[in-house]
T-cell receptor, first 119, second 114 residues
Framework: AQSVAQPEDQVNVAEGNPLTVKCTYS??????LFWYVQYPNRGLQFLLK??????LVKGSYGFEAEFNKSQTSFHLKKPSALVSDSALYFC?????????????????FGKGTKLSVIP | NAGVTQTPKFQVLKTGQSMTLQCAQD?????MSWYRQDPGMGLRLIHY???????DQGEVPNGYNVSRSTTEDFPLRLLSAAPSQTSVYFC?????????????FGPGTRLTVL
C-alpha cells in the first residue's frame, strides 16, 4: 500500500525567507504526486503535481516542488514566503487499489504541515 | 460553474441517528470521493466512485454507505451515527478516473455527534 510522510507538524519561517515543506512517499510503480493547500475553514486547493518529466515542478502562487526519486521525496518550496502563505499543506500520492477486484486509483494524503509565516 | 457543492455546512446529530451528506459537481467529472479530516490525521478516504453505478471502499468505510446514480451526485449516508464520526467531511471530484488530474474539493461539512 502507498503512504506519505510529512515529518514536520509545523514549519515557521520569516516573511521574505525561503520556505521548504518536506514530504516523502512510498508507492509501487511510477509515483504520481500532488501538493494541496488548505486555508482555515476551507476545502483543499490544488497547488501542483508531478506526473513525469522535469524533477522541478512549478505550480500556483509561486510554489514549486522538487521530485527526487532516489530519496523518494517531493519537497514543496518557495523562494520568498508571504504572510498570506500561512496555511495547512498536504502532500498526496496516487496509489492503485484492488479491494474490489478490478484495480482503481486512490489518493493517500500525509497528515499535513502547518506553515506559519511570521511578519 | 459552481464546482463541488456540499450540504449542509454544519450538522449536529445524536448517537444512533442517521443522515445523508449531499455532494454535487457540475464539471462532468467521472471520479468522486469522500474524505474525513480529523486533527493530526490528515485526510482519510471513506468511499469513492469512478463513474455512475460504480463505488468502492477507501481506508475508513465502516459506518458509511454511498451510491452513485448520476454523474453529478455522490451522497454519503451515515447509517447510525457514533461520536467517533465527529469530523469534517470533504467531497472531491476529478476529471480523470485514473487521478492524473487534480481533485477539486467542496467546502466541507462539519459534523458533530453527541
Amino acid at each position: 500500500a502507498q503512504s506519505v510522510a510529512q515529518p514536520e507538524d509545523q514549519v515557521n519561517v520569516a516573511e521574505g525567507n525561503p520556505l521548504t515543506v518536506k514530504c516523502t512517499y512510498s508507492v509501487s510503480g511510477n509515483p504520481y504526486l500532488f501538493w494541496y493547500v488548505q486555508y482555515p475553514n476551507r476545502g483543499l486547493q490544488f497547488l501542483l503535481k508531478y506526473i513525469t518529466g522535469d524533477n522541478l515542478v512549478k505550480g500556483s502562487y509561486g510554489f514549486e516542488a522538487e521530485f527526487n526519486k532516489s530519496q523518494t521525496s517531493f519537497h514543496l518550496k518557495k523562494p520568498s514566503a508571504l504572510v498570506s502563505d500561512s496555511a495547512l499543506y498536504f502532500c498526496a500520492v496516487r496509489g492503485l487499489s484492488f479491494s474490489s477486484g478490478a484495480g482503481s486509483y486512490q489518493l493517500t494524503f500525509g497528515k499535513g504541515t502547518k506553515l506559519s509565516v511570521i511578519p | 460553474n459552481a464546482g463541488v457543492t456540499q450540504t449542509p455546512k454544519f450538522q449536529v446529530l445524536k448517537t444512533g441517528q442517521s443522515m445523508t451528506l449531499q455532494c454535487a459537481q457540475d464539471m462532468n467529472h467521472e471520479y468522486m470521493s469522500w474524505y474525513r479530516q480529523d486533527p493530526g490525521m490528515g485526510l482519510r478516504l471513506i468511499h469513492y466512485s469512478v463513474g455512475a453505478g460504480i463505488t468502492d471502499q477507501g481506508e475508513v468505510p465502516n459506518g458509511y454507505n454511498v451510491s452513485r446514480s448520476t454523474t453529478e451526485d455522490f451522497p454519503l449516508r451515515l447509517l447510525s451515527a457514533a461520536p467517533s464520526q465527529t469530523s469534517v467531511y470533504f467531497c472531491a471530484s476529478s476529471y480523470s478516473p485514473s487521478l492524473v488530474t487534480e481533485q477539486f474539493f467542496g467546502p466541507g461539512t462539519r459534523l458533530t455527534v453527541l
